[in-house]
């Protein structure tokens, strides 16, 4: 199995370059999932013909640009169930996009095999939200007096947004993938990363209890200037701004799962419910690898506005 993993990211790193524009549109689309984009409208958002842009799409994603966009509109539209366990899906079939609850249904249970509402009793009880995007239901840390597991400090605060430079990894999240998938990274940007993770950004787009282990997203990244250039190999994105909630941690490795249990635990008793950007992890000079001991903030972005 490691053996499989290393292969995979390296084989990764080789198609890195000319995946930019690729993973460019692959955020666009994420990004805006409300406007349904359009082919043309994603093909645009990255300055290429609509025929070269699909060819290459369905090449390296290994879906097409619909199909991808519509995937992601139905894990969307699971996440929603979960985080709104009280709203009814009519409710929430209209706020998605669909006209009418009959046809959401449907849609669903084409992606899922199950109904909305089965996926939601399956789930509902059971949610353990890992490094991803679906806040837990239910948590054996609700209470928050100790969790018991290196807590430094938790604040609900503004982030700026931050521009990073990142390689991007497809498959379970996971020790293995960050690892291999930094050292590729520093070995692009030797004038200016430090060997240690300090300032290592992990960025985790989709949801393992939704997304299937095979198609989950993460982006290692490091935080670089505005003007600042970067290798071939080397894709950037901006990281949104806003309000987060950020939880700083001291775990070992065997610890981690549950401090994003707690993180997540942490938000929802307070009111505040993920919104659809991604979450990321920030690491700091205290993290010492070699001992699976991770210094840490776990960093959820909020929603403030319905639209978020």
């Not at 958002?45 to 519509?70: D, K, M």
């Not at 239910?138 to 807590?151: E, V």
């Not at 992990?202 to 282990?213: G, H, K, L, N, R």
């Not at 001291?250 to 401090?259: D, G, H, N, P, S």
């Amino acid at each position: 199995m490691m053996t499989e993993i290393f292969q995979r990211n390296r084989e990764q790193t080789m198609l890195q370059a000319h995946c930019k524009p690729i993973f460019k549109a692959m955020d666009y689309i994420s990004q805006n999932l409300h406007l349904n984009p359009t082919l043309k409208d994603v093909a645009d958002s990255v300055a290429l013909s609509s025929f070269h842009f699909h060819r290459l799409f369905r090449t390296q994603v290994g879906e097409t640009v619909a199909a991808f966009t519509r995937r992601l509109r139905m894990e969307r539209a699971a996440a929603w169930l979960l985080a709104f366990p009280q709203e009814d899906i009519t409710g929430l079939a209209l706020r998605i996009g669909f006209s009418s609850s009959q046809n959401f249904a449907k849609a669903f249970r084409a992606h899922f095999a199950e109904s909305p509402g089965e996926f939601r009793r399956r789930h509902i009880l059971a949610t353990n939200s890992k490094p991803g995007n679906v806040a837990a239901v239910k948590s054996p840390y609700s209470h928050f007096a100790d969790p018991g597991i290196g807590l430094l400090a938790a604040q609900i605060t503004q982030l700026p947004a931050r521009r990073v430079a990142y390689m991007r990894r497809f498959g379970p999240y996971g020790k293995e993938t960050c690892q291999q998938t930094h050292g590729d990274l520093l070995a692009s940007l030797p004038a200016r990363t430090p060997s240690q993770p300090a300032g290592t950004l992990c960025v985790y787009w989709d949801a393992p209890e939704i997304t299937s282990a095979s198609r989950c997203r993460t982006d290692v990244a490091v935080e670089i200037g505005s003007t600042e250039k970067t290798g071939r190999g080397i894709a950037v994105q901006t990281l949104l701004g806003g309000t987060y909630g950020v939880c700083k941690f001291a775990v070992f490795e065997e610890q981690l799962e549950q401090a994003w249990d707690w993180a997540f635990s942490w938000i929802a008793a307070r009111g505040f419910i993920k919104s659809d950007k991604p979450c990321y992890e920030y690491y700091y000079n205290e993290t010492d690898v070699s001992l699976n001991y991770y210094v840490f903030d776990i960093c959820i972005p909020l929603q403030t506005t319905p639209e978020e």
